[in-house]
Nanobody, 115 residues
Framework: QVQLVESGGGLVQAGGSLRLSCAASGTAISLNTMGWYRQAPGKQRELVAVIQSGGTTNYADSVKGRFTISRDYGKNTVYLQMNSLKPEDTAVYYC?????????WGRGTQVTVSS
């Protein structure tokens, strides 16, 4: 069974940085498309960043140049480095693992950016 556990969220001032972690078990992240999504109050969940099994990355336009997705095979963990944070980045951030036969979500971690 695939399990994903996010950590690293918190309260930060605008312009600050946070690094989110997504620790995976039950699957190797190298075999999955791993993604970070976020959901702000009253809004739909949206894609933030994704890294495919081959290493290709994609980002939402709103975070390009500020956020970086990366992975550590040894720790079976995916990261989201978030710099130059803005109040509009406030949301619950979720990790997702996907292959052809399944997708699995973590429970999320709250990120709050104060102005």
């Amino acid at each position: 069974q695939v399990q994903l556990v996010e950590s690293g969220g918190g309260l930060v001032q605008a312009g600050g940085s946070l690094r989110l972690s997504c620790a995976a078990s039950g699957t190797a992240i190298s075999l999955n498309t791993m993604g970070w999504y976020r959901q702000a109050p009253g809004k739909q969940r949206e894609l933030v960043a994704v890294i495919q099994s081959g290493g290709t990355t994609n980002y939402a336009d709103s975070v390009k140049g500020r956020f970086t997705i990366s992975r550590d095979y040894g720790k079976n963990t995916v990261y989201l480095q978030m710099n130059s944070l803005k109040p509009e980045d406030t949301a619950v951030y979720y990790c997702k693992a996907a292959r052809l036969t399944y997708s699995s979500w973590g429970r999320g971690t709250q990120v709050t950016v104060s102005s």
